[in-house]
């Protein structure tokens, strides 16, 4: 049974950073993409960044410049290190395999809050 477990969000002001954490378990991590997605309030899930398993990444133009996607094929967990944070990325983050998500897969995720 596969688990994603996010951790790692909090309230942090605008200009500052963040780094989620997603662990996971009963995939075979090494040779997915995994991507991390958002979703505020009122708005639709989006992907926001995806590293492959060759380490190539792709940012949402929101993001880019401001976030990283590392991963740690070791410790089955993949990072998003957030900076320059800014209230619209505040949400709900969630990590999955990418670019297209397992409904299966969704786990709480973390929320991210930003402040002004």
């Known amino acids: 049974q596969v688990q994603l477990v996010e951790s790692g969000g909090g309230l942090v002001q605008a200009g500052g950073s963040l780094r989620l954490s997603c662990a996971a378990s009963g995939i075979i991590f090494r040779f997915v993409t995994m991507g991390w997605y958002r979703q505020a309030p009122g708005k639709q899930r989006e992907l926001v960044a995806t590293?492959?398993?060759?380490?190539?990444?792709t940012y949402a133009d929101s993001v880019k410049g401001r976030f990283t996607i590392p991963r740690d094929n070791a410790k089955n967990t993949v990072y998003l290190q957030m900076n320059s944070l800014k209230p619209e990325d505040a949400a709900v983050y969630y990590c999955?395999?990418?670019?297209?998500?397992?409904?299966?897969?969704w786990g709480q995720g973390t929320q991210v809050t930003v402040s002004s």
């Open positions: 999955n395999t990418a670019p297209k998500p397992s409904s299966t897969y």
């Open positions: 590293i492959t398993i060759g380490a190539t990444t």
